[in-house]
Protein backbone atom coordinates (compact mmCIF):
# COMPACT_ATOMS: atom_id res chain seq x y z
CA UNK A 1 0.00 0.00 0.00
CA UNK A 2 1.74 3.04 -0.89
CA UNK A 3 0.86 5.89 1.39
CA UNK A 4 -1.13 9.11 0.13
CA UNK A 5 1.16 11.99 1.99
CA UNK A 6 4.01 12.92 0.40
CA UNK A 7 7.31 12.91 2.20
CA UNK A 8 8.41 15.92 4.89
CA UNK A 9 11.40 17.96 3.47
CA UNK A 10 12.08 21.14 5.74
CA UNK A 11 12.91 23.39 2.73
CA UNK A 12 9.80 22.55 0.56
CA UNK A 13 7.39 23.08 3.71
CA UNK A 14 8.81 26.43 4.19
CA UNK A 15 8.41 27.35 0.71
CA UNK A 16 4.96 26.17 0.50
CA UNK A 17 3.52 27.53 3.60
CA UNK A 18 1.89 30.84 2.99
CA UNK A 19 3.38 32.28 6.22
CA UNK A 20 6.69 31.77 6.02
CA UNK A 21 7.92 35.12 4.82
CA UNK A 22 5.54 36.70 7.66
CA UNK A 23 7.16 34.95 10.17
CA UNK A 24 10.52 35.63 8.69
CA UNK A 25 10.02 39.00 8.22
CA UNK A 26 8.15 39.35 11.52
CA UNK A 27 11.67 37.76 13.07
CA UNK A 28 13.93 40.19 11.72
CA UNK A 29 11.87 43.20 12.60
CA UNK A 30 12.22 42.12 16.49
CA UNK A 31 15.69 41.28 16.46
CA UNK A 32 16.44 44.91 14.62
CA UNK A 33 14.18 46.38 17.64
CA UNK A 34 15.79 44.60 20.13
CA UNK A 35 19.30 45.66 18.50
CA UNK A 36 18.26 49.44 18.02
CA UNK A 37 17.05 49.84 21.86
CA UNK A 38 19.11 47.19 23.53
CA UNK A 39 20.78 49.91 25.72
CA UNK A 40 17.14 50.82 27.16
CA UNK A 41 16.38 47.27 27.81
CA UNK A 42 19.94 46.65 29.96
CA UNK A 43 19.14 49.60 31.45
CA UNK A 44 16.02 48.50 32.64
CA UNK A 45 16.43 48.21 36.70
CA UNK A 46 14.55 44.57 36.46
CA UNK A 47 13.92 41.74 33.57
CA UNK A 48 9.85 41.09 33.60
CA UNK A 49 9.05 37.83 32.59
CA UNK A 50 5.27 36.14 32.18
CA UNK A 51 4.16 33.07 33.14
CA UNK A 52 0.98 31.89 32.50
CA UNK A 53 -1.26 33.41 34.98
CA UNK A 54 1.54 35.60 36.85
CA UNK A 55 4.05 38.47 35.52
CA UNK A 56 7.51 37.79 37.22
CA UNK A 57 10.06 40.35 38.22
CA UNK A 58 13.81 39.29 38.33
CA UNK A 59 15.77 42.53 39.69
CA UNK A 60 19.20 43.03 38.61
Given at each position: M????????????????????????????VR??????I???????????????R????P?
Open positions: EAIFRPYDPSSAQRSDRSAGDRLRHREKEAIRENADIVAEESIIGKDRNIIKVI
